[in-house]
């Protein structure tokens, strides 16, 4: 009875550690993209925000996920699809959806149009793997979705961004597309996942401004926020 309940609480704190751990994620997600808002108005491009802010949590996390890693590279070579697809689409597609999704529309529309994104893992997991969605949760896509039709202002005819809903709409792929792999079990250490994702998206942001794919503009311009100036850098180092 003693193990059992030691066992249930520890589950219990685990699962109270991770609810705190996604609050603050969501908030200093959302957060970046009033700092990016700013950095685009000032003449920065989604591209060149997301790349810098990719590159800079990747210096951050490299030591970490070194040390995470004990000298087993062999699990790098055994997940470079992971990876690799964790760094295009969970890293490089959600960010810059989100980022260019807020340059054409408000921070909260396009953060919300994101957050919608497991509707998308709901409707994945029932058409591929056949876990038809229960009554509650068809109730929790209704109020979502009610929710998203409100926020976006869509029933008073108001002029909505055609370029940031189908921003936000690949923000939403980006983002339903981090819950699946994320949840997929392997041996990588979250770290290291974390940070190679981070280094594959910033590397192939890089290349692909390089070869004019997308664009990068970023100056040292002083960036607004309401009626105060600040520099460039501090945006970017709090995003």
Known sequence: M???????????????????????????????????????DAGWSPAAAVTLRVLGA?????????????????????????LVGYGLMAVVVAQLGYFSAVEHMSVSSALLMEYTSPVLVVLYMWFIHKERPNKMTWIGIAIAAGGLVLVLDLLSGAAVSSAGMMWGAVAMVGGATYFIISAHENDLPPLVLAAGGLLVGGLGLSLAGAFGVVEMSANTNPVLYRSTEVPWWVPMFLL
């Open 58 to 82: 990747f210096a951050i996390l490299a030591i970490p996920a070194y040390r995470a890693l004990r000298g087993r590279w062999h699990l790098l070579a055994r997940h470079w699809s992971l």
């Open 2 to 40: 003693t193990t059992m309940t030691h066992d249930a609480d520890h589950k219990a704190a685990i699962q109270a550690q991770g609810f705190v751990v996604a609050l603050i994620s969501a908030a200093a997600f959302g957060m970046s993209g009033s700092l990016a808002r700013g950095l685009l």
